[in-house]
């Protein structure tokens, strides 16, 4: 009798462990985006860094039928997906962090896939794909604020390679970049272009006529360096001379105009009495005339260009 109510009891277990079984267990919901159950049965809002923060992105737009999913970005990954080890899983086949074995080409292409045409068609190419530049090199992906896109922080997250370009735009006289009027984008393309130096636009002075189409002109008398090329005169990041010169006049215009003699103003010669030897000034003896206040620009107040009926001289 105890032994049928034994196997009578074992029947019962077995037949509730096995419909328990049979039972389907509940189909894990997409949190964010289409199709990352998969994902997200692993990586909750407890994330460092906090993935399920796409959401608030415009990538997290599931209304968006161009919206990518997990995999579109970052690969099948069936041997991240599937592991079930204790230990770290293995990355996923398009891995974004600082020790990825992954090409920069190929993480690249990961967002090209999408991000391809318009601003970002020169891309293949240019500074920062030769360079081995990627996309998540200056654009964080899962975060709600990408710095580089806020034109406050941008120079900011250039400078953490343009060193020289940090320091310049520190001097005395500079484009109002950290001042957030202007940032780096304002006059390059850091996804390539056809311009130099991944320049906005085809050449120097079209990318700074933007801004100053007061230089543009045209003029009746051209001054040819100012026509030819801004940087010949300026340093467009920053300099400690007024207006981001090279060099203060006298001396900027002098490396031009130097002549053999005529004693017009602009020769900087040498002699006691002009109290200048060479480019400069004598201790102890009064200045030239035209070292003092703008020196050249004094009467030459025009010198990016002059409809004057006296001719290239540049006066008002």
């Given at each position: 009798?105890?032994?049928?109510?034994?196997?009578?009891?074992?029947?019962?277990?077995?037949?509730?462990?096995?419909?328990?079984?049979?039972e389907?267990?509940?189909?894990?919901?997409?949190?964010?985006?289409?199709?990352?159950?998969?994902?997200?049965?692993?990586?909750?809002?407890?994330?460092?860094?906090?993935?399920?923060?796409?959401?608030?992105?415009?990538?997290?737009?599931?209304?968006?039928?161009r919206?990518?999913?997990?995999?579109?970005?970052?690969?099948?990954?069936a041997?991240?997906?599937?592991?079930k080890?204790?230990?770290?899983?293995?990355?996923?086949?398009?891995n974004?962090?600082?020790?990825?074995?992954?090409?920069?080409?190929?993480?690249?292409?990961?967002?090209?896939?999408?991000h391809?045409?318009?601003?970002?068609?020169?891309?293949?190419?240019?500074?920062?794909?030769?360079?081995?530049?990627?996309?998540?090199?200056?654009?964080?992906?899962?975060?709600?604020?990408?710095?580089?896109?806020?034109?406050?922080?941008?120079a900011?997250?250039?400078?953490?390679?343009?060193?020289?370009?940090?320091?310049d735009?520190?001097?005395?006289?500079?484009?109002?970049?950290n001042?957030?009027?202007?940032?780096c984008?304002?006059?390059?393309?850091?996804?390539?272009?056809?311009?130099?130096?991944?320049?906005?636009?085809?050449?120097?002075?079209?990318?700074?006529?933007?801004?100053?189409?007061?230089?543009?002109?045209?003029?009746?008398?051209?001054?040819?360096?100012a026509?030819?090329?801004?940087?010949?005169?300026?340093?467009?990041?920053?300099?400690?001379?007024?207006?981001?010169?090279?060099?203060?006049?006298?001396?900027?215009?002098?490396?031009?105009?130097?002549?053999?003699?005529?004693g017009?103003?602009?020769?900087?010669?040498?002699?006691?009495?002009?109290?200048?030897?060479?480019?400069?000034?004598?201790?102890?003896?009064?200045?030239?005339?035209?070292?003092?206040?703008?020196?050249?620009?004094?009467?030459?107040?025009?010198?990016?260009?002059?409809n004057?009926?006296s001719?290239?001289?540049?006066?008002?």
């Amino acid at each position: 009798m105890v032994a049928l109510q034994c196997v009578a009891l074992s029947t019962v277990l077995f037949s509730g462990a096995a419909q328990a079984a049979t039972e389907a267990k509940p189909e894990a919901k997409d949190l964010v985006l289409k199709g990352d159950a998969k994902c997200t049965a692993c990586h909750d809002e407890a994330d460092a860094p906090e993935l399920l923060a796409i959401g608030k992105t415009r990538h997290g737009m599931t209304g968006d039928s161009r919206t990518p999913t997990c995999t579109k970005c970052h690969g099948e990954s069936a041997a991240h997906t599937d592991y079930k080890g204790k230990d770290k899983p293995p990355s996923t086949d398009i891995n974004f962090g600082k020790k990825t074995k992954v090409s920069a080409q190929a993480r690249s292409e990961s967002c090209l896939t999408c991000h391809k045409g318009g601003k970002n068609m020169h891309w293949d190419g240019g500074s920062h794909a030769s360079n081995d530049v990627t996309c998540a090199s200056c654009h964080t992906v899962h975060k709600q604020k990408d710095k580089v896109r806020d034109k406050a922080q941008q120079a900011e997250v250039c400078y953490a390679c343009h060193k020289q370009q940090r320091a310049d735009a520190n001097k005395l006289s500079h484009h109002p970049m950290n001042e957030g009027k202007v940032t780096c984008s304002s006059c390059h393309n850091p996804h390539g272009s056809t311009g130099p130096k991944q320049l906005v636009k085809n050449n120097v002075n079209e990318t700074c006529y933007t801004c100053h189409t007061e230089k543009r002109g045209p003029f009746l008398w051209e001054h040819p360096p100012a026509s030819d090329d801004c940087i010949i005169c300026h340093t467009p990041h920053g300099s400690n001379q007024p207006a981001m010169l090279k060099a203060r006049a006298p001396f900027l215009c002098a490396s031009c105009h130097q002549t053999a003699g005529g004693g017009h103003p602009n020769t900087i010669r040498s002699g006691a009495g002009l109290g200048i030897t060479g480019t400069t000034l004598t201790p102890g003896v009064n200045a030239q005339a035209q070292v003092a206040y703008k020196a050249c620009l004094n009467c030459h107040t025009q010198v990016h260009g002059s409809n004057h009926p006296s001719g290239p001289r540049f006066v008002r």
